[in-house]
């Protein structure tokens, strides 16, 4: 089982930044995570993957530029650092994990196993 808990999210200006961190707890080896997101009235959307060992990334093509994904596996924690931020960039915010020692990233939601409560991400015009 594995728990997580993200943070980080808030209110900011369009063109701003912020950073998202995703704290995992339980039996966290070898699993690959992402980022997804869910405005109001859309669907869950991928945003960013990241394998087990941070060697392979994948981002949304609304993400590729702006986005970085990233992991600390010692400190169990994997970060959306989020640059040039746009009003369509709010949402809730989720992590997910799967587990994974592949070096390959998967982008699809229903591979996720366990996810987090999720942290809003308001970007104001």
């Known amino acids: 089982q594995v728990q997580l808990v993200e943070s980080g999210g808030g209110l900011v200006q369009a063109g701003g930044s912020m950073r998202l961190s995703c704290a995992a707890s339980?039996?966290?080896?070898?699993?690959?995570m992402a980022w997804f997101r869910q405005a109001p009235g859309k669907e869950r959307e991928f945003v960013a993957a990241?394998?087990?060992?941070?060697?392979?990334?994948a981002y949304a093509d609304s993400a590729k530029g702006r986005f970085t994904i990233s992991r600390d596996n010692a400190k169990n924690t994997v970060y959306l650092q989020m640059n040039s931020l746009k009003p369509e960039d709010t949402a809730v915010y989720y992590c997910?994990?799967?587990?994974?020692?592949?070096?390959?990233?998967?982008?699809?939601?229903?591979?996720?196993?366990?996810w987090g409560q999720g942290t809003q991400v308001t970007v104001s015009s």
């Open positions: 997910a994990a799967r587990y994974s020692l592949l070096r390959v990233v998967v982008t699809t939601m229903h591979e996720y196993n366990y």
């Open positions: 339980g039996r966290t080896f070898g699993y690959a």
């Open positions: 990241i394998s087990w060992s941070g060697g392979m990334t």
